[in-house]
C-alpha cells in the first residue's frame, strides 16, 4: 500500500504538471479543433520521446486481465479500460467483402490507445445466424468470430464477448422464445426466456459451445485464451414482467455460475444498464425516470451475485432523458457515475465500467462540440477515481466504427478519422490511463527505470 501511495503522489504531481500543457485540449468550455489538435500532438510527441522506455513492461506475455479488489490486474499491475463498442463484428467477418472492416476498426482504434472491445458473440436464427436453431451452429460464422479474436490479439485489444441479447436484434430472447414455441412449448412472452427451464437449457448450451470452441486461427479454446477480457451473460436484459426483480435475480445466479463453473478463470459481468431497484430504494433518485425501476434489474442486488466481478453501466441521457439535447443532460450523467462508482466500492467492492455511452447525432440540438464536452465528462469521471484507486475502472464508447460502415450507423456511431478533436480526447483519456497502468507496478521499486522515466517527464524542460 505504501507504494501505491507514493505512485498516487508521483502521479498527481505528474498531472498537476501536465496541467497547463493540455489545458486546452481538456477544456470543455472551450473546445476546438486546433487546441485538441496541439494537445493530440503534444501527447505524441511525449510518447516519443519517453514512452519506450515507459512503455516497456517487465513480463510482455499476454495474460488475463484479473480482479484484485475493486481494479483491474494484469500481470499484478492495474489495468484501466479505455475502449469502444463495436457490435457487429463477427457479421462483417464472416463476408470476405467486410472482413477488412474489421481490421480497419481494430487498427484506427489501437491507434488512439484503445485497449478493450466489446461486442456479440451471438446472433441467434437471424441472417448470417451463428446459432441456426437451438445448438446448429454455422461454422463459417464461427471461424468469422474467430477471426475476431485472432485480429483483436494482433492489435493488443481485449474482447468482452456478449452472449445473448434482450432486444430483438441479432435474434434476442424473442428468437428463443420462438424456438421454445417451435418446439411445442407454452410460452406466452419473451420474459419466458428467463423462467422456462428449456430455454434456460437453450442458453446454457450455447454458453458451453461458446466458451469451448477451439479457434481454428489460434488454436486456442475460447476460455483459455488471454485476448478475451470478460464474458458478458447478456446485452441489457430486462424483465418488464416482474418489477420485484425476481425473476432475473435467479436467472442471474444460475448463469454465472454455469459460466464460471465451464470457465473459471475469465471475469464475468452481467451486462445491466445499471438502473436501481426495489432492494434500495434510497438509490431510486439517481434513476433517470420512474420506468426504470420497473423493468425488472436491480444494480446492487444483481450484482451481489457469486459468479460476478465486476459492474456493468451503461448511459444515456438523450434516450432516458430527452432527444433533444438539454441542460439537465450533463449534470445526470455525473451523477450517474459518481453514484454508481461509490455503490461499487462500498456495497459490491468491485470495479465498474461504464460500458456503453454516447450521443446520437439524430438529437435535436446535436454537434460535434457537445459529443467532445460529453466524452470529456465521462472521461474526467474515470480519471477522478482512478487518481484516488476508486472502482471507476473504465469506460466504452458507444460506438467505434471504421469509415465505409454509413448502413450500420444508429447516429451514434464515430469514425476517428474523420473525427480530429475526438480522436484527440480519446488518445489524451489513453495517454494517461496508460501512465496509471504501466507505473502503478508492484513490481516497481521506484529505484528501477520506470522511476528514472517519471522523473525525466516531470522534470523535462518541455514541461
Not at 305 to 331: C, E, K, N, R
Not at 401 to 407: I, M
Not at 424 to 448: D, E, H, M, T
Request: proline content about 3%; hydrophobic content about 35%.
Amino acid at each position: 500500500m505504501e507504494k501505491f501511495g507514493i505512485c498516487i503522489i508521483y502521479l498527481f504531481l505528474l498531472l498537476v504538471l501536465n496541467k497547463q500543457l493540455y489545458s486546452n485540449a481538456f477544456s470543455s468550455s472551450m473546445m476546438d479543433e486546433e487546441a485538441l489538435e496541439e494537445g493530440h500532438n503534444n501527447v505524441e510527441k511525449s510518447i516519443t520521446d519517453h514512452g519506450s522506455d515507459m512503455w516497456d513492461l517487465e513480463d510482455d506475455e499476454w495474460q488475463m486481465v484479473q480482479k484484485k479488489g475493486n481494479q483491474f490486474v494484469v500481470n499484478d499491475q492495474p489495468f484501466y479500460v479505455n475502449g469502444f463498442n463495436t457490435y457487429w463484428l463477427m457479421v462483417f467477418a464472416a463476408d470476405e467483402s467486410t472482413r477488412g472492416k474489421v481490421t480497419e476498426v481494430f487498427k484506427q482504434a489501437s491507434s488512439v490507445g484503445m485497449t478493450v472491445c466489446r461486442t456479440w458473440a451471438f446472433n441467434d436464427g437471424q441472417w448470417k445466424a451463428l446459432q441456426k436453431s437451438p445448438s446448429v451452429y454455422d461454422e463459417d460464422v464461427f471461424k468469422a468470430l474467430d477471426f475476431v479474436v485472432s485480429e483483436a490479439k494482433k492489435y493488443k485489444i481485449r474482447l468482452i464477448l456478449s452472449l445473448a441479447n434482450n432486444w430483438e436484434a441479432y435474434g434476442g430472447k424473442a428468437q428463443y422464445v420462438k424456438w421454445g414455441k417451435d418446439a411445442g412449448l407454452n410460452l406466452t412472452i419473451d420474459d419466458d426466456f428467463f423462467s422456462h427451464p428449456t430455454l434456460r437449457s437453450y442458453y446454457k448450451s450455447h454458453v458451453k459451445t461458446v466458451l469451448n470452441r477451439v479457434n481454428t486461427l489460434t488454436n486456442i479454446t475460447y476460455k483459455e485464451d488471454p485476448t478475451i477480457f470478460a464474458w458478458e451473460l447478456m446485452n441489457e436484459p430486462r424483465c418488464t414482467s416482474d418489477s420485484t426483480g425476481d425473476k432475473l435475480q435467479d436467472w442471474i445466479q444460475e448463469m454465472a455460475f454455469h459460466v464460471k463453473k465451464i470457465d473459471p478463470k475469465h471475469l464475468v459481468e452481467v451486462g445491466l444498464e445499471g438502473f436501481y431497484g426495489p432492494s434500495t430504494p434510497q438509490r431510486l433518485q439517481f434513476n433517470p425516470n420512474t420506468y426504470a425501476q420497473q423493468v425488472g434489474t436491480d444494480f446492487i442486488r444483481n450484482h451481489q451475485v457469486l459468479g460476478v466481478d465486476f459492474a456493468s453501466v451503461h448511459m444515456y441521457a438523450d434516450s432516458w432523458i430527452s432527444t433533444q439535447i438539454a441542460d439537465t443532460h450533463l449534470p445526470f450523467v455525473k451523477s450517474w457515475m459518481e453514484a454508481h462508482i461509490e455503490d461499487a466500492e462500498k456495497y459490491l467492492g468491485m470495479p465498474v465500467i461504464f460500458s456503453e455511452f454516447g450521443i446520437s447525432s439524430k438529437d435535436p440540438g446535436y454537434n460535434s462540440t457537445y459529443r467532445d464536452t460529453l466524452i470529456n465528462t465521462v472521461y474526467s469521471s474515470i480519471l477522478n477515481s482512478t487518481k484516488k484507486g476508486g472502482s471507476g475502472a473504465g469506460s466504452l464508447l458507444w460506438q467505434v466504427f471504421p469509415e465505409g460502415t454509413d448502413n450500420m450507423d444508429d447516429g451514434y456511431a464515430i469514425v476517428l478519422s474523420k473525427s480530429p478533436s475526438t480522436s484527440s480526447i480519446v488518445s489524451l483519456q489513453s495517454y494517461r490511463l496508460g501512465l496509471f497502468n504501466s507505473l502503478c507496478s508492484s513490481k516497481c521499486q521506484w529505484s528501477c527505470k520506470k522511476k528514472k522515466m517519471l522523473d525525466k517527464i516531470l522534470y523535462h524542460d518541455e514541461l
